[in-house]
Structure formats: structure tokens, C-alpha cells
């Protein structure tokens, strides 16, 4: 009886079958990545691109800081090419990371709990100091402790960093089923141990840090210029990763007070690449001499991005904007159709969705998988959500938008207001009075005819136009009523999600959740989206998300592009084929013949 049962038992065992631990030297959130595990570069990287030259770019503001990891300062631009992380992204797939520090990956595909890093022997730091498993879990514990408060919600899932042994670290989760934050942690920069153990971390300066990236920072001209140096003993130069990448010997940031003043630097061949943001630039500024002799060129490139959503943020932590009909009373004021035809030369398509220009976005009414999401709670939400397809308000674009100011009075009017010799009052008598916060002069031509809509119905808006610096740390402490802002999307959305949108990011100072919005379905949804298992399930959260933000009118959408517009000295040239989802910038290169003629014709040796 004994040996039967035994037997019975290993029967029934052969015909279990156990998920194998995976390791590889590329992961994805959803599948398989693209290229296999020989592949020699990235489709859209050029290996055989020439090494030389410099690029110089365009910075607003100033800077007093190297450490971009704190909620302090300001710091300098560039910092993301001193630093390795433990992978890098792929531009042309939706969520799939391949080794850099990293050399090998190991996982449980059915168990999202842990995951570990193998780094690779050879990575070193640009002082010669080997990076080891130490200093990943060094760089997580310190983020943790000291890191902006954006870092630390984002990496609070995480139970446990260990590193065990000299190459092998370990990440333990709280969550079997957040299968991103496994990713997530390979894209962090790691910080090199040695260098910041002996220093306080949470404290600006202009101190040159030891980094492992391929560049090293050179040069601090204060409030002027930044400048790197292409490391010639950089350890990860011939990986896969990097053939046809970082090419040019120099990267250079050049500092000016605001925009408008940059683009006569770049005219004036002050700097070399200019990505520019304004329609209205784009089609009057770009006729100068150099574009028309031919030493500069313009270029609109496609591009598959999300693009995320842009637009006026209510700060609902102040009473003024609680109600949202009041919300949704201002949005009238907005006139798209009118700003796109006079002041965007009609360059513009109005944004709809937080996830525009992607599958992500709710762009019909709710599919069976959705409403199966949505449906339990019914009662909490808006029945719009069930019946009707978001659409702001639109107008027929000649300035007199009286029919959409009648909506918006009779809002107001349901929420409390009425007008008293031209001013919105409440039942105190209070008056309807806030302040729009900017840090960017160039926008005041885009609020002032969204002022003079609201002046219409009564509500005096101001305009305060402050400096950079303090522009930021009023945001982080959200001392604001109203600003422009933009959520910045993936085409994998996830933990940065409840950074942009959750609860408890709500009441942490500097995170990304301006809006102040506390809602629990947000919540739920959030969570729906991190633990999705499968593309599908990933994509029909995502968009139930995307209609629960907008039936909450917690801003006034603005508007997007799906292109590039990029203007360029005719020395820099990049591959034939173009990343999906990026400008791929760092496998350009300059061609240095071409270059000095540049340089002969903007005056410079």
C-alpha cells in the first residue's frame, strides 16, 4: 500500500508543471523583447557612425546644483550622461529593457515578488572603481532615505535590496503582481558608493560627481554653461546597447533667461540643435540667413509617442476649485479653435485623453472588458462615463464664444456663484478671484485671451510671472491656484502613475500630483494598470483610468503634435531609420568636415 500510494504521488507530481526561474540579458513587461540574445546594436543606432566633434544645446534658467536627486536646487541638464543604470530602454518597443550595468537578468515570470541583477564584471566607474551590487543597493537605500519625494513614492514597493554577493543584487517587492517595478528599478542611475558615503547627500553644490556613464562632467561655467567630455576609457563602449551611440566628443549646455532669448542664440550659431515648441516660432522665426543659405535645416519628424496631456492644472487642494462644476465651468472660457487659428497657425490638434496619440486612450465608448472594470462601481462614478465619449468645449473659431459662456454661467450659477456688478460672488459675497502662476513669459500671449473669457463671466484671474527657481519650489510645496502643466506618458503607463494621480502622492510636497486629486477609483484603476499581466489587460485599464481623469475636469486640456519640429546646424546628421518613440538623439553624430565650415561661418575657429 505504501509503494502504491508512493507511486501515486510522483505520477501526480509529472504532471505538474513548475515555472523555471528565467534568466536573460533582456526583459519585457508583457512578452518577449524583440531582439534576440546575439543581436550586435539597436535597429534604429548606426555602429559604423564616426566618433568626434561636439554637440551644444540650449538650457533655461540656471542651476545650482549637480544632484538632480534631491528636492532642492536647481540642478544642471545633462546629468543623465554621467550615470549608468542597470538596463536601458529599446525606442522602438513599448516596455522591454536590455542589460548595460547589468549583464544578466533573473526572474520568476509567475512571481513578481523579487528579481535579481547579475552586474557585469567588467563596469566600472569613471574614477576606475569597480561597480558592485554594493552600490546598487546603496544608490536604492539612499534614494529611499534622501531621494525628492517622487523617488521615494516610486520606489516605497520596494521591501528589500540586498546584495549578495560582489555582482548579485537582489530586489524583494511588497506585491507578487507588480510586474513593472521590476523594470522600473533597472532604469534608475546607480550611484557610486565611495563617493557619496562621505558626503551629505541632501545638500546643493556645484561639486563635479564620479559617475559610470560615458561622459564625464569637465566643465561649470556658473550660470552660464555646463560641459561634458566623452569618456575615452569608457567601460560599456562597445556593448550592444552602444554601438552608434554617444558619438560626439563634447556635450555643451548653454544657459539663457527664456526661451525667446535662446532662439537668437541659436541663430546666431550660439548653439547647434534646437527642438523647437512654439508653432508660432516654427512657422515665422526659422527664415533667417543661415536657413536660407542652407547651414541650417528643418525638419518635422514623425514620431508614434504618447503625448501625454498638457493643460491649465486647478489646484483642488484650494476650496475655490472643490466643486466640479466650477471645474468644468472654466473650461469654456478656453478657446482652442480661436488660439489655434490666431496664435498656432493651426498646427495643432486639440487633446482629448491623458494617453493621446496612442491605443491607450479612450477614444470610443467603453468595450465589454472595460465596462467588466468599471461596472462594480457604478454608483461612484459618473454616468457619462457609461454613455458619453469626453469632449471639451469647442467653438467655431471667431473669437465670440457667447453660447459657451451661457454654459459656463449657468454652471457657476448651480455651484453658488452669481454676478453682482460684474464680479462672481459666492453666498459670502466672496469674490472669484485666483492667481495663474508661470515661469515662462512666452505663455502670457496663450492665458491673457483665457483671461479676458473669464473677465466675461465675472472671475478676475491674474497672471504672476516669477523666476524658475522659486517657480519650482512653489510647485513642490503646490503653493499654486492654477498652472500650466503636463502629465508625460509611456506607451507601458504604471507606478508613475500614482505619482501623477494618487492619493497618498497628493500629500507628499514634491511629487507629480499638482492637481491634488484624492479619488478612489483613480486609485483602484492605478492599481489595475501596475498589476496587469497581460498587454490587454494593460491597455483596457488604462483607458478606463483615462475616462475617469476626465470626467473629474481636473484641468483644461490644451493641445498636442505628433512630430519633432527639430531645427539643426548642417553638420549633425543621424541613421536612416528612426526610433518609434523617440528623437534617439544620442546615435546622431556630427560630421566633422562639415562641421568646421559650420564653425568658419558662424565666426568661431
Known amino acids: 500500500m505504501k509503494r502504491l500510494t508512493l507511486s501515486l504521488f510522483i505520477a501526480s507530481l509529472s504532471q505538474l508543471t513548475f515555472a523555471a526561474v528565467e ?11 524583440a531582439l534576440p540574445a546575439n ?31 534631491i528636492n532642492k536646487g536647481n540642478p544642471i541638464d545633462g546629468t543623465e ?31 513578481a515578488s523579487w528579481i535579481i541583477y547579475h552586474i557585469n564584471p567588467t ?19 539612499l534614494l529611499k532615505k534622501e531621494g525628492a519625494p517622487s ?34 528599478v533597472g532604469e534608475q542611475s546607480i550611484l557610486p558608493k565611495h ?127 472643490q466643486d466640479i462644476r466650477v471645474r468644468q465651468a472654466l ?4 478657446d482652442f479653435e480661436w488660439s489655434n487659428k490666431t496664435l498656432f497657425f493651426n498646427a495643432y490638434t486639440r487633446t482629448k485623453s491623458y494617453f493621446a496619440n496612442s491605443e491607450l486612450a479612450a477614444s470610443t465608448l467603453p468595450t465589454p472588458q472595460e465596462l467588466a472594470l468599471l461596472e462594480p462601481y457604478r454608483k461612484q462614478l459618473p454616468a457619462s462615463i457609461f454613455t458619453t465619449l469626453y469632449e471639451p468645449p469647442k467653438t467655431d473659431g471667431s473669437g465670440n464664444n457667447r453660447a459657451n459662456l451661457m454654459a459656463a454661467q449657468q454652471l457657476l450659477t448651480s455651484a453658488g456663484w452669481t454676478i453682482k456688478n460684474g464680479k462672481l460672488l459666492n453666498a459670502k459675497n466672496e469674490p472669484f478671484v485666483f492667481e495663474m502662476l508661470l515661469a515662462q513669459p512666452e505663455l502670457e500671449r496663450i492665458v491673457q485671451p483665457f483671461k479676458q473669457n473669464l473677465a466675461r463671466l465675472g472671475v478676475e484671474m491674474t497672471i504672476r510671472i516669477i523666476d524658475i527657481p522659486q517657480y519650482i519650489n512653489r510647485q513642490r510645496s503646490f503653493d499654486f491656484d492654477m498652472v500650466v502643466g503636463n502629465f508625460a506618458q509611456s506607451l507601458s503607463p504604471g507606478n508613475e502613475q500614482r505619482d501623477f494621480f494618487g492619493s497618498k502622492a497628493a500629500d507628499i510636497n514634491g511629487s507629480h500630483n499638482l492637481i491634488g486629486i ?81 564653425r568658419a561661418a558662424q565666426g568661431k575657429k
Open 195 to 321: 563617493y557619496w558615503e562621505k558626503r551629505n547627500f541632501n545638500s546643493t553644490n556645484l561639486d563635479i560627481p564620479i559617475g559610470s556613464g560615458a561622459y564625464t562632467l569637465t566643465k561649470i561655467d556658473a550660470g552660464r554653461a555646463v560641459t561634458y567630455q566623452r569618456n575615452p576609457n569608457y567601460w560599456a563602449a562597445n556593448l550592444p546597447v552602444n554601438k552608434g551611440r554617444y558619438n560626439v566628443n563634447t556635450i555643451s549646455f548653454v544657459y539663457y533667461r527664456d526661451t525667446t532669448v535662446a532662439l537668437e542664440g541659436f541663430k546666431a550659431g550660439q548653439y547647434d540643435f534646437n527642438q523647437e515648441n512654439k508653432a508660432k516660432n516654427w512657422a515665422t522665426e526659422y527664415s533667417f540667413p543661415a536657413v536660407k543659405q542652407g547651414l541650417v535645416k528643418k525638419l518635422q519628424q514623425a514620431n508614434q509617442n504618447p503625448t501625454g496631456m498638457q493643460g491649465f492644472l486647478y489646484n483642488t487642494r484650494r476650496p475655490l476649485f
Open 39 to 69: 543581436f550586435t546594436a539597436f535597429n534604429y543606432a548606426n555602429p559604423q557612425a564616426p566618433k568626434g566633434g561636439e554637440l551644444r544645446m540650449a538650457a533655461i534658467g540656471g542651476f545650482d546644483s549637480t544632484n538632480p536627486y
Open 518 to 598: 484624492k479619488n478612489p477609483m483613480v486609485d483602484t484603476l492605478v492599481d489595475k494598470i501596475v498589476g496587469a499581466p497581460t498587454r490587454e489587460q494593460l491597455v483596457t485599464a488604462t483607458r478606463a483610468l483615462d475616462r475617469v481623469l476626465l470626467s473629474g475636469y481636473y484641468l483644461i486640456p490644451h493641445y498636442h503634435i505628433s512630430y519633432h519640429r527639430l531645427a539643426y546646424w548642417d553638420y549633425l546628421e543621424q541613421p536612416k531609420v528612426k526610433p518609434k518613440y523617440g528623437l534617439g538623439l544620442d546615435f546622431w553624430w556630427a560630421n566633422t568636415t562639415k562641421m568646421a565650415k559650420i
Open 81 to 111: 550622461y554621467l550615470y549608468d543604470s542597470l538596463t536601458v530602454a529599446a525606442l522602438d518597443e513599448p516596455f522591454a529593457r536590455y542589460g548595460l550595468l547589468a549583464e544578466k537578468i533573473e526572474r520568476d515570470p509567475e512571481d
Open 123 to 141: 563596469a566600472r566607474f569613471s574614477d576606475g572603481h569597480v561597480v558592485t551590487a554594493e552600490d546598487v543597493a546603496f544608490t536604492f537605500n
Open 151 to 184: 523617488l521615494k513614492n516610486y520606489y516605497s514597493d520596494i521591501e528589500k535590496i540586498e546584495a549578495l554577493d560582489k555582482q548579485k543584487v537582489k530586489f524583494t517587492f511588497k506585491s507578487k503582481t507588480n510586474r513593472e517595478l521590476g523594470l522600473i
Open 331 to 334: 473650461a469654456y472660457a478656453f
Open 23 to 33: 534568466t536573460s540579458n533582456a526583459i519585457a513587461l508583457h512578452g518577449k523583447p
